[in-house]
């Protein structure tokens, strides 16, 4: 992928690239399974968008500035999950505040869209915390609880709960720059990874411009490898995986001619 | 949690601390959905080790270093997955033998280990990569296929493969410095999060030393909250899981009541 590409020296002029940071104690004590990582990765990927890093942080708003920092100078976005929400625990916009050296008050705007769904008797204080956006900062739609998600800069704060980070995901998706999304061909090959690792070393090395990634397998009694080309010319990416078909078609020979000579 | 509670001036003599790094492009490109964090988080917090942080980097040495010595200079512990298998890819040993600035070589150990599961006629340039081991380290059985993970001073490195991960945490955790582990009360209520915002805020100041979460649900048509009370004073817990009890029931009859006068 395009993180390591550059990393390697080639330069990609068109390449836009994010990291996630994921924001929550009930994570990293393991009581919530995290399912927005997983997610992201795989919608910003299919878009164009490069996800280089992600970090799983506590509801400690020192900390949550430090990542912040070091993601959002480093990557075109970085998209925070969790931590918006009423209770004493939510810090986020807090800390985006902090982190931007903004201001943060009530927004009317944000007023404006949770009355759309609590009746104004029930706006208390709490609830109101929902509405409290760093200075600067573009509302995201929530479609779902009406509370709404916020863009600072190059920073897009969205819900913990995944239903509700699905749909803010959606509304900031098409305002986002992308590069040409990555192409990629999978190759299933019934060789176990050690089997294949040298000559796959050896077509990394003739197609520089292509990612080889290889996951063993074992299914219904088989070993096996699925071998997966990705890059951003798809006439690369073609011949890669031709050059892996050509690889497994050559070693399921070599074994069957062993077979019979032995 | 008490990653918080050190963030808040609190003195934890007994509190052993522990990041996690899940190493692979698989995971960042949303190819494969990690579901190792969760399980080492759960698995860690049992035992009373804290996980603080989490970090996802690719398949990139520059990379991981960067993130294995934040980490490592941090924490009690870092524990990695992915990247130690026999192909181009698996860079994790030789990353982890230029973070700590020692050799890494064939080790004759994990090669025996190899042996019991792999002919030695099939012992190859590829498998032998997974019996490289960074000078110093010790090795860590997988019952699963054998290839064993290694701990170099505190750093414990894993496969990604969950059932091997997992056995192989199984074997190195009796070897872990724990401390007492953190108790943990859950609280369900029928009340939204924005109405137990408020008494839930005033009982977490009153117990500074028991971290209270809140997660909202809406199940089966109801909407409630369920409140999480974790500390590592058991008398503590119990007595704001009771407070949290008195809230809940505080509520619900002032919606009696106001049901009644309406």
């Given at each position: 992928m395009s993180?390591?590409?550059?990393?390697?020296?080639?330069?990609?002029?068109?390449?836009?690239?994010?990291?996630?940071?994921?924001?929550?104690?009930?994570?990293l004590s393991g009581r919530t399974k995290d399912k927005n990582l997983g997610y992201i990765a795989e919608y910003l990927t299919h878009i164009g968008i490069d996800v280089c890093e992600a970090r799983v942080v506590p509801d400690i708003e020192d900390e949550i500035i430090t990542a912040l920092n070091a993601l959002r100078n480093r990557?075109?976005?970085?998209?925070?999950?969790?931590?918006?929400?009423?209770?004493?625990?939510?810090?986020t916009a807090d800390a985006v505040a902090r982190a931007f050296g903004v201001g943060i008050s009530v927004n009317e705007e944000a007023v404006a869209m949770l009355l759309e769904r609590i009746p104004r008797q029930e706006l208390n204080d709490a609830r109101l915390r929902m509405a409290r956006i760093p200075h600067g900062a573009n509302l995201i739609a929530n479609p779902v609880s009406k509370a709404p998600g916020f863009r600072m800069e190059n920073v897009i704060v969205m819900a913990g709960v995944p239903a509700i980070m699905q749909a803010m995901l959606d509304e900031v998706a098409p305002t986002l720059e992308t590069a040409v999304p990555l192409t990629s061909q999978t190759v299933e090959v019934r060789e176990k990874e050690g089997d294949v690792a040298a000559p796959l070393r050896a077509i990394q090395e003739a197609m520089p411009s292509v990612q080889i990634g290889s996951y063993p397998f074992f299914e219904d009694g088989v070993y096996g490898t699925r071998i997966v080309a990705r890059g951003r010319d798809p006439e690369a990416v073609r011949r890669?995986?031709?050059?892996?078909?050509?690889?497994?078609?050559?070693?399921?020979?070599?074994?069957?001619?062993?077979?019979?000579?032995a």
């Amino acid at each position: 992928m395009s993180c390591q590409m550059e990393a390697q020296g080639m330069t990609k002029p068109d390449r836009v690239t994010a990291a996630v940071l994921v924001i929550g104690d009930e994570i990293l004590s393991g009581r919530t399974k995290d399912k927005n990582l997983g997610y992201i990765a795989e919608y910003l990927t299919h878009i164009g968008i490069d996800v280089c890093e992600a970090r799983v942080v506590p509801d400690i708003e020192d900390e949550i500035i430090t990542a912040l920092n070091a993601l959002r100078n480093r990557y075109t976005y970085v998209f925070t999950t969790g931590g918006i929400g009423p209770t004493h625990d939510d810090i986020t916009a807090d800390a985006v505040a902090r982190a931007f050296g903004v201001g943060i008050s009530v927004n009317e705007e944000a007023v404006a869209m949770l009355l759309e769904r609590i009746p104004r008797q029930e706006l208390n204080d709490a609830r109101l915390r929902m509405a409290r956006i760093p200075h600067g900062a573009n509302l995201i739609a929530n479609p779902v609880s009406k509370a709404p998600g916020f863009r600072m800069e190059n920073v897009i704060v969205m819900a913990g709960v995944p239903a509700i980070m699905q749909a803010m995901l959606d509304e900031v998706a098409p305002t986002l720059e992308t590069a040409v999304p990555l192409t990629s061909q999978t190759v299933e090959v019934r060789e176990k990874e050690g089997d294949v690792a040298a000559p796959l070393r050896a077509i990394q090395e003739a197609m520089p411009s292509v990612q080889i990634g290889s996951y063993p397998f074992f299914e219904d009694g088989v070993y096996g490898t699925r071998i997966v080309a990705r890059g951003r010319d798809p006439e690369a990416v073609r011949r890669a995986a031709e050059m892996i078909g050509a690889m497994a078609a050559e070693l399921a020979a070599a074994a069957k001619s062993a077979d019979k000579s032995a």
